[in-house]
């Protein structure tokens, strides 16, 4: 079975520079999670889709950041215009339609630096 | 206040050393506990749940403590390859809260 697809796996970028990383999840699974995860921290969640719905997006900063998912299936998420403190890897995962939250298999990880 | 708590380490142990890590956690509501590892720049992996009665799988034994919120992880018989980050985590709703992990280096 194949994971969770992500590219680019790294991305350089200057602050005030638009990026857009790309996810593909396991095949049938119906929800989808994008996370930050800062060097020295645990991955945190930014949104979460069920099928092409937003479950979750209390802690996605919108003002410069936004995720899609129109069928149900991939998910870009962007970012316009990064800052310095956006540098950070950015995992999406997927989880099967009604298993538990713990149920989650992550993809390899976009690496942003923003200079 | 976070909802998982962590030391960060780093735990330096010589191989077939015995060690734990702990954490707390601040919603005392939290259903589903689990460790996750995290191998340098890859991605987080499942490695097991925390039962209320506590669970071993071979080497690793994980506990939980409800009254005092706190989750523990012990590895027996340390191996290189254990070597990672460990990630306490905890659920909500519908996703999941991960602690700052706890970074092991074995040392031959």
């Known amino acids: 079975e194949a994971g969770v697809a992500q590219s680019p796996r790294y991305k350089i970028i200057e602050k005030r520079q638009s990026v857009a990383f790309w996810c593909n999840p396991i095949?049938?699974?119906?929800?989808l999670y994008w996370y930050q995860q800062i060097l020295g921290q645990g991955p945190k969640l930014l949104i979460q889709f069920q099928n092409n719905g937003v479950v979750d997006d209390s802690q996605l900063p919108k003002d410069r950041f936004s995720a899609e998912r129109l069928k149900g299936v991939d998910s870009t998420l962007k970012i316009q215009p990064a800052k310095l403190e956006d540098s950070a890897v950015y995992l999406c995962?997927?989880?099967?339609f009604g298993g538990g939250p713990y149920e989650q298999y992550f993809g390899p990880g976009t690496r942003l630096t923003v200079t | 206040r976070k909802e998982v708590e962590q030391d960060p380490g780093p735990f330096n142990v010589p191989e077939g050393a015995t060690v734990a890590f702990n954490c707390t956690y601040s919603?005392?509501?939290?259903?589903?506990f689990f460790w996750y590892r995290q191998d340098c720049r890859k991605e987080p992996k499942l490695l097991m749940s925390v039962y209320s009665s506590g669970n071993e799988d071979g080497r690793f034994t994980a506990q939980l403590n409800r009254a005092s919120q706190y989750i523990s992880l012990l590895i027996r018989d340390s191996k290189l390859s254990d070597s990672a980050t460990y990630l306490c985590?905890?659920?909500?709703?519908?996703?999941?809260?991960f602690g700052t992990g706890t970074r092991l280096t074995v040392i031959p």
């Open positions: 995962a997927s989880s099967p």
């Open positions: 985590v905890t659920t909500g709703a519908n996703n999941l809260f």
């Open positions: 095949s049938g699974h119906a929800t």
């Open positions: 919603n005392s509501a939290s259903q589903s």
